[in-house]
């Protein structure tokens, strides 16, 4: 009874029927509207709980609140999978550098509107991260919102999950290195942060071109040189809340 209950609960969020950050009916409510005990009901909760679909808030205006999946959930999930295999970080790069570049192929492949707002996007971004030019830690966090933005609007709701899930993995990892590198004194001088800039302007003219085969190369050539600066080799990856 507890998985019929939590399946039919699973369905309304996953369809929105319940919003993101609604809360669940009453108990009473619910125990009458699926013929069920008490003890089965919370066993659904607790189902759902475990899917990481819903949250228990402790107080006074506790109660059961939805959390509909996104690619960061998902991401978490996918990094505890990766590190209970014991997954390296070179192998996580070298699969982001097939899915990234897919992503701006994607982008450059898309309606001449359409396209024109990724690019839009991503000048916003780079003139960003521009401006954190020497601000290290910032300066990763505003490479990676880049990056994340060219798979977010690849326009292929599917690669754009599946691909956001992994990015979130990597970005995650890159900024532990980031923190790390600050602490020792390794961190990349500006001259290195003013060449990612210039890598980035560059995929996003060749996507507002509209080039696929060239922005396919330029963005696997640019992770090429980037990641390395994590210095990956065969560390595991560590997974972050």
Same mark, same amino acid.
């Given at each position: 009874?507890?998985?019929?209950?939590?399946?039919?609960?699973?369905?309304? &969020?996953?369809?929105?029927?319940?919003?993101?950050?609604?809360?669940? $009916?009453?108990?009473?409510?619910?125990?009458?509207?699926?013929?069920?005990?008490? $003890?089965?009901?919370?066993?659904?909760?607790?189902?759902?709980?475990?899917?990481?679909?819903?949250? &228990?808030?402790?107080?006074?205006?506790?109660?059961?609140?939805?959390?509909?999946?996104? =690619?960061?959930?998902?991401?978490?999930?996918?990094?505890?999978?990766?590190?209970?295999?014991?997954?390296?970080?070179?192998?996580?790069?070298?699969?982001?550098?097939?899915?990234?570049?897919?992503?701006?192929?994607?982008?450059?492949?898309?309606?001449?509107? =359409?396209?024109?707002?990724?690019?839009?996007?991503?000048?916003?971004?780079?003139?960003?991260?521009?401006?954190?030019?020497?601000?290290?830690?910032?300066?990763?966090?505003?490479?990676?919102?880049?990056? =994340?933005? &060219?798979?977010?609007?690849?326009?292929?709701?599917?690669?754009?999950?599946?691909?956001?899930?992994?990015?979130?993995?990597?970005?995650?990892?890159?900024?532990?290195?980031?923190?790390?590198?600050?602490?020792?004194?390794?961190?990349?001088?500006?001259?290195?942060?003013?060449? *990612?800039?210039?890598?980035?302007?560059?995929?996003?003219?060749? &996507?507002?071109?509209?080039?696929?085969? *060239?922005?396919?190369?330029?963005?696997?050539?640019?992770?090429?040189?980037?990641?390395?600066?994590?210095?990956?080799?065969?560390?595991?990856?560590?997974?972050?809340?």
């Amino acid at each position: 009874m507890a998985e019929l209950v939590a399946d039919r609960l699973r369905r309304r &969020i996953i369809t929105g029927e319940l919003d993101d950050g609604a809360s669940l $009916p009453r108990e009473a409510q619910m125990i009458s509207e699926f013929g069920v005990s008490r $003890p089965s009901l919370r066993e659904a909760i607790r189902i759902l709980e475990t899917e990481g679909l819903i949250r &228990i808030r402790r107080g006074k205006v506790g109660g059961a609140v939805v959390m509909r999946p996104t =690619a960061h959930s998902a991401a978490y999930h996918l990094g505890l999978t990766l590190q209970s295999h014991a997954t390296t970080l070179d192998d996580l790069a070298a699969a982001r550098s097939v899915l990234e570049p897919a992503c701006a192929a994607l982008a450059a492949a898309l309606p001449d509107r =359409a396209r024109k707002k990724v690019v839009a996007r991503l000048t916003e971004l780079i003139d960003e991260n521009e401006a954190q030019l020497g601000a290290a830690t910032d300066f990763t966090s505003g490479a990676l919102a880049f990056h =994340a933005a &060219i798979v977010e609007l690849c326009g292929n709701t599917t690669i754009t999950l599946l691909a956001g899930a992994l990015e979130s993995v990597w970005a995650s990892q890159e900024r532990l290195w980031a923190e790390k590198a600050v602490d020792d004194g390794d961190y990349p001088d500006a001259a290195s942060q003013r060449q *990612v800039v210039r890598a980035h302007r560059r995929i996003a003219k060749l &996507i507002e071109s509209g080039d696929v085969d *060239v922005v396919t190369r330029a963005m696997r050539d640019h992770l090429n040189k980037s990641q390395p600066y994590v210095n990956y080799d065969a560390v595991p990856i560590e997974v972050v809340s």
